[in-house]
């Protein structure tokens, strides 16, 4: 299963950010976003299309329908400068573990 | 408070061998699934191996399959990963995870990771 991302993203601070994840039937799958700062360990900000873990605020969220998935960045500040992942776990696989090749969002 | 602490990575030649260890504390260890996700330099994140809590189903991508082992010792809260005929494209920041695999999630919580450079 390939998931497909755009390598970069610009907005603008206060902008909504939205970055696309492909793959084929996405939309009947549970996508799930990492956000990755420079130099540090990946950190889960959405899973399951609507779960967010503790301290990640509601300006994230997820939808998905067909061959897309989105994770929504509203109002985007300075420190959602990252790098962000999807990722599928394809349970009809013998490596089932798939992560998008990530999308670096700019904020200027 | 949920903490991952991985070690063992290093400098190794190609062809050789090496182990990486992950404890984890903060949280009952048997009951997770845990991955092994990489990053080579500069590069996106690669899930390279899970194990469930028991031990009793693995998996490996393609990429290491046949050359890596995946093991854990509950009673150290401790996974493992057997690194053997490493090759220059293994060069990676290898990360364990926390998986919330009912619901796919490779990590809900994940270590700083440790570096493994191969080369001569």
């Known amino acids: 299963f390939v998931l497909t991302q755009p390598p970069s993203l610009t907005e603008a601070p206060g902008k909504t950010a939205r970055i696309t994840c492909a793959g084929d039937n996405i939309g009947t799958k549970s996508v799930h976003w990492y956000q990755q700062k420079a130099g540090q360990a990946p950190v889960l900000v959405q899973y399951?299309?609507?779960d967010r873990p503790s301290g990640i605020p509601d300006r994230f969220s997820e939808s998905s329908s067909g061959n897309m998935a989105i994770l929504t960045i509203s109002s985007v500040e300075a420190g959602d400068e990252a790098d962000y992942y999807c990722q599928v776990w394809d349970s009809s696989s013998d490596h089932p573990g798939v992560f998008g090749g990530g999308t670096k969002l700019t904020v200027l | 408070e949920v903490q991952l602490v991985e070690s063992g990575g290093g400098l190794v030649q190609p062809g050789g061998s090496l182990r990486l260890s992950c404890e984890g504390s903060g949280f009952i260890f048997s009951d997770y699934g845990m991955n092994w996700v990489r990053q080579a330099p500069g590069k996106g994140l690669e899930w390279v191996s899970y194990?469930?809590?028991?031990?009793?189903?693995?998996y490996y991508s393609d990429s290491v399959k046949g050359r890596f082992t995946t093991s854990r010792d509950n009673a150290k809260d401790s996974v493992y990963l057997q690194m053997n005929s490493l090759r220059g494209d293994d060069t990676a920041v290898y990360f364990c995870?926390?998986?919330?695999?009912?619901?796919?999630?490779?990590?809900?919580?994940w270590g700083l990771g440790t570096l493994v450079t191969v080369s001569t």
């Open positions: 995870a926390r998986g919330i695999m009912i619901r796919g999630v490779i990590g809900d919580s």
């Open positions: 194990i469930s809590g028991s031990g009793s189903v693995i």
């Open positions: 399951s299309h609507t």
